[in-house]
């Protein structure tokens, strides 16, 4: 049993409201492990941010209970103070949760306070922000911005309406890329730098992608035709479309890219900077409790 009272921050809006709505089970399940919590509401990534401080401060464990940007942006400053995260699913995509097998409903993962174990695993920095899963530019940042502006009602396939939306306006654009100091151009539809290789509710850009390797695994997506690339990203979801000769995978510690126009690269489903950016992998920088 991981012992210490714990701090609970909330993003009420994740998933749609679904944090909110199980919120009540959540506070009920840490009552019968008889832990002392509190639970504060965030309604920004900056607030949260102040939160996770105040609670490592005091010497809390510092529960996330929201989507993966919400967790991203608490881990950045857990790992300031050698904190502890909790992570409590109540997105839409859970990326990160699934790439430690942390149960989807928040109600089972506040369980691993009993039965989880404490791990230490890789973030990635950009722009000053840490990131948990994937930081992308080019079709991908116009498939966030559509998926975050969009008042449809989609789940996990708002991420599929985005990328539909993407490509009908899409236009090739020149990449420039530094992995380690090894320069590398071409053209194509986007550049990814991944550390937990998972996005998008559950797609495997970087299927092999280990969170203790303190190592950033970096995706190239080469021009093709917009038919041939939808065609291959239902094979995104379980790793295939790394055989696509136009999809290309190295590894390094330091990334720098940028592109022939303007591009705002998102990490986590949120907006992290415009390019240029300068990606670095922080090895062993987060304790998370996952499971056994």
Known sequence: MIDGPVCLIVNPHAGGGRALRLLPAVEAA???????????????????RELAREACDSGDIVAAMGGDGIVGAVAGEVRHGDGLLVVLPGGRGNDFARKLGIPFDPVEASKLLISGVERRVDLAEA??????????????????????ETRLKLGTFVYTYGVLRAIARWKPATWTVSVDGEP???????????NSGVFGGGMYLAPDASLEDGKLDVVLIAQQSKLRYLRGLPRVFNGSHLKDPAITLTQGSEITFSADRPFTAYADGDPIGDLPLTVRALPGALRVVAPQ
């Open 30 to 48: 840490l009552r019968s492990q008889g832990r002392p919590f509190r639970v504060v509401e965030t309604m920004s990534m900056q607030h949260a």
């Open 127 to 148: 722009n000053g922000t840490v990131y948990l899963g994937i930081l992308s530019a080019g079709i991908d940042s116009e498939v966030n911005r559509v998926a975050l």
């Open 184 to 194: 590398l151009d071409f053209p194509g539809y986007s550049v990814a730098v991944a």
